[in-house]
Nanobody
């Protein structure tokens, strides 16, 4: 059974930084290094929204406009981990952040393009 476990969330002041991690494990047909990965977030009362995605090799990344220049997605296939470095955080970045593994094909930008999800980690940015 595939498991994605996020960590690194917390409370930070506006302008601060956090680094989220997502560790992948399990599944005899799941090979982390073959999976495109993504980060989404969901704030209270809002739909889950795309944040960033990275290709299986790490060679291609993409970001939603509201995080471009502030967030960086990366991965370590040797450790089966994907990361989200978040700088210059704003109160509107407050949400539960989820990592997910993509279905076959290129980078995905909608939740239905992802097959496995973590349980999420809370990020709270105070003003």
């Amino acid at each position: 059974q595939v498991q994605l476990v996020e960590s690194g969330g917390g409370l930070v002041q506006a302008g601060g930084s956090l680094r989220l991690s997502c560790a992948a494990s399990g599944g005899h047909t799941f090979t982390f290094m073959n999976q495109n990965m993504g980060w989404f977030r969901q704030a209270p009362g809002k739909e889950r929204e795309f944040v960033a995605a990275i290709s299986w090799s790490g060679g291609t990344t993409d970001y939603e406009n509201f995080v471009k220049g502030r967030f960086t997605i990366s991965r370590d296939n040797g450790k089966n981990k994907v990361y989200l470095q978040m700088n210059s955080l704003k109160p509107e970045d407050t949400a539960i952040y989820y990592c997910a593994s993509g279905r076959a094909g290129g980078l995905q930008y909608y939740p239905n393009g992802y097959q496995y999800w973590g349980q999420g980690t809370q990020v709270t940015v105070s003003s």
